[in-house]
């Protein structure tokens, strides 16, 4: 039983080591990634001002953002 869990315990802990270093190593992507908002109300509604205003600082650095 104890070489059991002992197997088990070193092929999860591999599993997430593996994960983890999948995870941390960067994606190279062909093209930048371009956000573009849609809503259904007009550029001039307050929630698309709004949501513009709070979106677009939080995604400049990581995506072309297009409001």
Do not use: N
């Amino acid at each position: 039983m104890i070489t059991k869990s002992t197997r088990r315990a070193a092929i999860a802990s591999l599993t997430v080591l593996g994960l983890t270093v999948a995870m941390a190593l960067p994606a190279f992507a062909a093209d930048a990634i371009t956000l573009r908002m849609a809503t259904s109300g007009s550029e001039t509604d307050q929630r698309s001002i709004a949501m513009a205003g709070v979106l677009a600082p939080i995604v400049a650095g990581l995506v072309e953002y297009r409001g």
